[in-house]
Nanobody, 127 residues
């Protein structure tokens, strides 16, 4: 599956953005989807994930503590697209955001658990 992330930009603290991750192919609903981010000089970190259709994790969403309550991950399987709605953005949310797809039974918060990656979209939050 090929992934294309979009929706990043420059915003002020407290603003909102919605990132999109468009997937190619007809098997989108068989993948768990995740969002990760990488700030300059830092390692890539987990943001959120959402389960594939069906199975015990079907539709379930998990979040890192740093974004819980502010970010919402969702997916539109008919449109082959995953989303990350980001509200109340903070300067520390500044990073390149990547979407990723994982084939497997369970959700994962580890980047190594994802087989396919998009190219990243830059989010800059000014104070």
């Amino acid at each position: 599956v090929q992934l294309q992330a979009s929706g990043g930009g420059l915003v002020q603290a407290g603003d909102s953005l919605r990132l999109s991750c468009a997937a190619s192919g007809r098997t989108f609903n068989t993948y768990h989807m995740g969002w990760f981010r990488q700030a300059p000089g830092r390692e890539r970190e987990y943001v959120a994930s959402i389960g594939r259709v069906g199975g015990w994790s079907g539709g379930r969403a998990n979040y890192s503590d740093s974004v819980k309550g502010r970010f919402t991950i969702s997916r539109d399987n008919a449109a082959n697209t995953a989303y990350l709605q980001m509200n109340n953005l903070k300067p520390e949310d500044t990073a390149v955001y990547y979407c990723a797809a994982r084939a497997g039974v369970s959700l994962s918060a580890s980047a190594r658990g994802y087989q396919f990656w998009g190219q990243g979209t830059l989010v800059t939050v000014s104070s």
